[in-house]
């Protein structure tokens, strides 16, 4: 089993910055693919990027790689997504994510077995 806790939302202005943390816990962390998601009222969770384990390097889906930069502190079991310029479309909740190697892929939901509750982001105009 592995937890996932989001922290670091908040209430930020138009051109901000923010540094969402994610902390995994559990007997199982070292090969997990770890990601963001972000879901806005009304539209379907979206994927802003992962940390696939085998590599180490963040991928980003499109429209996410110019102001959103994950990294990830192995010793700390910790994940981290640094948005910059915010934007009020940015407002959503982030969920940070985690799950072994699967067929899907690597933006589905459906290829991350574990979900934080979820932090809440909100970008005024």
């Known amino acids: 089993q592995v937890q996932m806790a989001e922290s670091g939302g908040g209430l930020v202005q138009v051109g901000e910055s923010l540094r969402l943390s994610c902390v995994a816990s559990?007997?199982?962390?070292?090969?997990?693919?770890m990601g963001w998601f972000r879901q806005s009222p009304g539209k379907e969770r979206e994927a802003v990027g992962s940390?696939?384990?085998?590599?180490?390097?963040?991928v980003y889906a499109d429209s996410m790689k110019d102001r959103f930069t994950i990294s990830r502190d192995g010793a700390k079991n910790t994940i981290y997504l640094q948005i910059d310029n915010l934007k009020p479309e940015d407002t959503a909740v982030y969920y940070c994510?985690?799950?072994?190697?699967?067929?899907?892929?690597?933006?589905?939901?459906?290829?991350?077995?574990?979900w934080g509750q979820g932090t809440q982001v909100t970008v005024s105009s």
């Open positions: 559990g007997r199982t962390l070292r090969f997990l693919n």
């Open positions: 940390i696939p384990w085998d590599t180490g390097t963040p």
């Open positions: 994510a985690s799950g072994l190697k699967s067929t899907m892929p690597i933006f589905s939901r459906r290829a991350y077995s574990y």
